[in-house]
């Protein structure tokens, strides 16, 4: 009985090992909120509406992603990046084996941070964004939190708030302020 019980776990740990992509073995580690949104110039809430461009040889590829809202750098993103009368726009790097948090599929809804692809990249990827870090969940808490690293970097940037004060209000908040001003507790 006890060798059977073996076998089965045995045999549950292989098919668990193989079904699991290699990322998901590796521990990978991820950058703070606030160096991720310093590091894209493009922070962009989006679905993801088509997978495109596959690589075979570095296993990225490519999506076209309907945007629904700028969090940072709209003004960035011109019209030779803009697609389907401007409301989508292409981004690339998704599987780069650098990302921790990088796969998706048809129809996630996402927070993306992402830059201008470098002109001196292949024709294709010229007019894309390109992924800088990983991915985010559309969570009300993780849209609160991003859009507070915006706002701290554009204060910071004004010089209305000093530099130490951003991580403390970038990272594990505990407590922000409401528009009238009130200190609001936050879940």
């Given at each position: 009985m006890m060798r059977g019980i073996?076998?089965?776990?045995?045999?549950t740990l292989v098919a668990g090992l193989a079904l699991c992509p290699w990322d998901c073995r590796a521990n990978c580690p991820e950058k703070k909120l606030e160096?991720?949104?310093?590091?894209a110039n493009i922070v962009l809430t989006g679905t993801v509406e088509e997978i495109l461009n596959m690589d075979p040889v570095h296993n990225t590829y490519s999506c076209k992603v309907r945007v629904w809202r700028y969090l940072k750098g709209k003004t960035m993103v011109n019209g030779e990046i803009l697609l389907d009368g401007g409301n989508k726009v292409m981004i690339g790097g998704f599987g780069d084996p650098d990302?921790?948090?990088n796969q998706v599929a048809t129809g996630d809804?996402?927070?993306f941070f992402v830059n201008l692809a470098q002109k001196h990249m292949r024709p294709v990827q010229e007019y894309e964004l390109m992924l800088n870090s990983s991915l985010m969940r559309i969570t009300l808490r993780n849209l609160e939190e991003v859009e507070l690293c915006v706002e701290v970097q554009i204060a910071l940037s004004n010089e209305r708030i000093p530099g130490g004060i951003r991580e403390q209000r970038c990272q594990n908040q505990t407590t922000k302020t409401s528009v009238n001003g009130e200190k609001v507790e936050k879940a």
């Open positions: 073996l076998r089965v776990l045995g045999w160096e991720r949104e310093e590091e990302i921790c948090d809804t996402r927070i």
